[in-house]
């Protein structure tokens, strides 16, 4: 997939992250667990896969800490260190860097949205840049329960 095509991608993403901005009801400072559905896109092929994944927020900073499981195809986990951007009532954005686990070990670049839709239910989706030589991206979105 080109660069183009994922940058659209990311818009979308955006997109569907303002429409839910009206039904926000506190900032997003919750930590949350929930599932995601996505794909992974490199030079060579396109993989469609789902995932497992939370947040904890650093209390008292603008930090989170994150993790990703794909238990599907090539298994993979990933950890995240994000800084956290407040938009507005319940809505916030973030990005950073870590590591992604998996058939190759290399660092990874994340960026997304967050916002809360319910009392205790998340949505949210990003788009992680894997470093490794084919150069995964990975996009997704899901739902969380947030505690």
């Known amino acids: 997939m080109r660069f ?5 991608l990311a818009a979308a993403i955006g997109f ?7 039904s926000a009801q506190a900032q ?3 930590n949350y667990a929930g599932v ?4 992974a896109f ?8 789902l995932g497992i994944d939370g947040r904890y927020k650093i209390p008292g900073s603008a930090f989170s800490a ?11 986990i990933q950890a995240t260190a994000t800084y956290d951007f407040p938009l507005g009532q ?4 973030f990005a950073g860097g870590g590591v992604s686990i998996g058939d190759d070990t290399s660092p990874v670049i994340q960026a997304g949205l967050e916002t809360k839709i319910g009392r205790n239910t998340v949505l949210y989706g990003g788009v992680d840049y894997i470093t490794r030589s084919d150069g995964d991206v990975v996009a997704k979105v899901g739902v969380a329960y947030s505690f």
């Open 36 to 39: 995601s559905a996505g794909a």
């Open 16 to 22: 569907i992250g303002t429409i839910a901005v009206p």
């Open 42 to 49: 490199n030079d060579s092929d396109t993989e469609f896969n």
């Open 90 to 93: 319940g809505v916030g954005a």
């Open 28 to 30: 997003m400072n919750e």
């Open 4 to 8: 183009s095509n994922l940058v659209l």
């Open 66 to 76: 994150r993790a990703s499981l794909r238990p599907i195809n090539n298994v993979n």
